[in-house]
């Protein structure tokens, strides 16, 4: 069982540069999300998705987009990147969007917008 | 809408000494509410969990929180700190505002353990 993985690890883009950071979990989970981190700030959630065919935005979506097409899969494709975008970038599963679920978190992937 | 509040950027204790982490929350339902620890260059962790049941929550690797509802607060603790448990430790609510769970982070508190 890997859980959830990301990919890559590290990442540098220009300014302008599109890109899609993968996440991938084999646990069956309905819920997935994507978070940011930034110094000071804790994690911010980007989008989520509740179950294949079905995403939401989250508080700092702008700039980002995402798609479930699998149970399995819930990439974040970054359209024109900016220096404000980077950042860690967290992807998380759990069971479900209920109040009680753990979320599983994937080990990260650093990206830097020069 | 629901917040939540870390009292402590930081946070500097000796090892074998008493750990405090302090949280404070916002919420207009019944909140469910947890603690995620993040070592270095690694994703979070869960630690523990409250969900309306037992006030007192036991949690991995001796840390325990309590749920006050009269002071809106879940602070973590821990008898007695190791070196291992220096890390980055996130408080987090969730409560069904607007029909769905979305949780929300605190900025983190830093635990640092001085030999």
């Known amino acids: 069982n890997a859980g959830v993985t990301q990919t890559p690890k590290f990442q540098v883009l220009k300014t302008g540069q599109s890109m899609t950071l993968q996440c991938a979990q084999d646990?069956?989970?309905?819920?997935m999300s994507w978070y940011r981190q930034d110094p000071g700030m804790g994690l911010r959630l980007i989008h989520y998705?509740?179950?294949?065919?079905?995403?939401d935005q989250g508080e700092v979506p702008n700039g980002y987009n995402v798609s479930r097409s699998t149970t399995e899969d819930f990439p974040l494709r970054l359209l024109s990147a900016a220096p404000s975008q980077t950042s860690v970038y967290f992807c998380?599963?759990?069971?479900?969007?209920?109040?009680?679920?753990?979320?599983?978190f994937g080990p990260g992937t650093r990206l830097t917008v020069l | 809408a629901q917040s939540v509040t870390q009292l402590d950027s930081h946070v500097s204790v000796s090892e074998g000494t008493p750990v405090l982490l302090r949280c404070n929350y916002s919420?207009?339902?019944?909140?469910?509410l947890f603690w995620y620890v993040q070592h270095p260059n690694k994703g979070l962790q869960l630690l523990l969990k409250?969900?309306?049941?037992?006030?007192l929550v036991k949690g991995i690797n001796g840390f325990e929180a309590e749920f006050k509802k009269s002071e809106t607060s879940f602070h973590l603790t821990k008898p007695s700190a190791h070196m291992s448990d220096a890390a980055e430790y996130f408080c987090?609510?969730?409560?069904?505002?607007?029909?769905?769970?979305?949780?929300?982070f605190g900025r983190g508190t830093s635990l640092i353990v001085h030999p």
């Open positions: 646990m069956n989970h309905e819920y």
């Open positions: 987090v609510v969730s409560d069904q505002a607007g029909g769905s769970y979305i949780p929300t």
């Open positions: 998380a599963s759990s069971p479900s969007g209920g109040d009680n679920n753990e979320q599983f």
């Open positions: 998705s509740v179950g294949a065919g079905i995403t």
């Open positions: 919420s207009s339902y019944s909140p469910s």
């Open positions: 409250y969900t309306s049941a037992a006030t």
